[in-house]
Every structure is written in C-alpha cells, then in structure tokens.
Nanobody, 126 residues
C-alpha cells in the first residue's frame, strides 16, 4: 500500500513559479512510477507529467513541456513538480498518483492508476 500527500499549492501570478511536492509512505513507493495529474473546475482530470521509479525516464503533456519539470528523491520518498512560467490555464487541483507499472503511468489514464493523493490547489491569476 502507498499513501501520497501533496503540498506546495497556492496562489501565484501569471509568469510565476511553484514547486509541488508529493510525499509518500509505503514500502513499494520506490518501485513505483509516479504521475502528476490536474483537474480544473468542470473539466476531466488530465495527465501532466510522469517519472519512472529510478527517475531516468520522464514524460510531459504538450501543454506543460518546457515549463514544468518532474523529479524525485527516493531517499526522501518524495516526487516534485517544478512549475515555471505559470499561466492562468494551469489553474487546477494537482494530484500525484503512483503505480507499479510504468506503462500504466505513461498511458496518462487516471482511472488506471493505483494510488492517489488528495490534491493541492494551484491558482494562477492573470
């Protein structure tokens, strides 16, 4: 079993930066791929970024590529999402999710992920 807790959300002006953290507990977390997803009001949950268990592979949605960076520190059981150049359309609740299957993580399908945090709200003002 893996438990995930997100933090680092808040209110930021357009063009600003935030770093989200996903702190995990559970013996299998270091073997899990991790994805960040987001859900804006009235919209479906969407894939943002993913990182493999070792950190050697990453994936990004086209809308955030070049602006967001995902990383992880397995010694701290934490995954990060550095968000730069934020735009109002990035406003959403951001969730981290984990799964032992890398193929599931990179599929970007939220319904297939095994473990979820409760989310952290990011609001970008124009």
């Amino acid at each position: 079993q893996v438990q995930l807790v997100e933090s680092g959300g808040g209110l930021v002006q357009a063009g600003g930066s935030l770093r989200l953290s996903c702190a995990a507990s559970g013996r299998t977390f270091s073997s899990c791929g991790v994805g960040w997803f987001r859900q804006a009001p009235g919209k479906d949950r969407e894939f943002v970024a993913a990182i493999s268990w070792s950190g050697s592979s990453t994936r990004y949605a086209g809308s955030v590529k070049g602006r967001f960076t995902i990383s992880r520190d397995n010694a701290k059981n934490t995954v990060y999402l550095q968000m730069d150049g934020l735009k109002p359309e990035d406003t959403a609740v951001y969730y981290c999710a984990a799964d032992l299957q890398w193929s599931t993580v990179v599929s970007g399908n939220p319904s297939a992920m095994d473990y979820w945090g409760k989310g952290t709200l990011v609001t970008v003002s124009s």
